[in-house]
């Protein structure tokens, strides 16, 4: 195993014995603080995996949308997802790029995946270190079954009735709800990691504003076994934000397509349209990278 590598799974286990991580979701515990305590780590992690060039495009349209949420408009972030390292870079490349990356970065709320929190401690360890509201994903809602697994469901159910609860309630505090809006980490080897989640269209109709965001360049590689497995290397990474956009417009003017076009599912339309806009910001972004 190359230095860099052991290095990376050495902190891995630092962050991981740091961690106080509720190792059960409940309606009462959907939402944790970052843990000051980890956030030192995980940006030491990353630092010694980002090369110089690595920084934020777009920096000027994140205070924008930070103005927005600032006057009581609830704002949206939507990230491309490739690693489980996504949130830790655009943490850490916000904060170093000046003007109000601190605010920004204070702001965040991010949406995180129960399953996750509650079966990978590595996973659980890394979002430890960021505010967020803990879900039941629907993918993971998709595997269960009415009968076999009724209290499963009704567990899932509360969960997430008290997750939106409290985002009603943060949603117009100031904060900047951050969203994959895949899902799931981006794998090559299934396309499906691609397509956006259908219920990303209700966020679309509950929000006021949004900021599409590109992740360009990899420092941790997905495998197909586990985190502690995913390969790591060194790259430039940027991080590219859109303009701040309406999301009633954006919703509507995808919904308004998709009819034209005789698509009948327009919720799934209005995502598609999110992930087409994402990919056209990351091909264009990749174009301007430099090559590590």
């Known amino acids: 195993m190359d230095t860099l590598a052991t290095a990376f799974k050495e902190q891995i286990k630092q962050a991981v014995s740091l961690a106080k991580v509720s190792t059960v979701i409940t309606p009462d515990n959907v939402y944790q603080e970052g ?14 995996l980002l090369l110089p060039g690595s920084g ?18 609830s704002c949206l972030l939507l990230l491309e997802h490739y690693s489980n390292m996504d949130l830790t870079l655009f943490s850490l490349l916000v904060r170093r790029a000046g003007g109000r990356g601190e605010q920004i970065n204070k702001a965040v709320v991010a949406i995180a995946g129960m399953k996750l929190n ?129 999301c009633a417009e954006f919703r509507n003017k995808a919904r308004n397509e998709a009819q034209a076009a005789g698509i009948a599912d327009k919720k799934q339309a209005a995502v598609d349209a999110i992930i087409t806009e994402l990919n056209l910001m990351h091909d264009k972004a990749e174009k301007k990278r430099e090559n590590p």
């Open 118 to 246: 509650e079966d990978n401690p590595v996973v659980a360890a890394f979002a430890s270190a960021y505010t967020r509201v803990v879900i039941y994903p629907i993918r993971s809602l998709e595997g269960l079954d009415a009968e076999n697994d009724k209290e499963e469901i009704i567990r899932s159910n509360a969960i997430n009735r008290a997750a939106m609860k409290k985002l009603d309630k943060l949603k117009t505090q100031g904060k900047l709800v951050l969203i994959f809006p895949t899902g799931t980490r981006y794998r090559p080897w299934d396309p499906s990691t691609k397509k956006g989640v259908r219920e990303i269209d209700g966020y679309l109709r509950s929000y006021d504003y949004m900021c599409l965001i590109a992740i360009n360049g990899e420092v941790l590689h997905v495998q197909e076994t586990d985190m502690m497995n995913d390969a790591v290397s060194k790259d430039i990474v940027r991080i590219t934000a859109g303009p701040v956009l309406s």
């Open 56 to 73: 934020v495009d777009g920096m000027e349209y994140l205070e924008e949308l930070l103005a927005k949420a600032e006057t009581g408009k």
């Open 35 to 48: 843990n000051a305590d980890i956030l030192p780590v995980v940006d030491s992690m990353a630092d010694a």
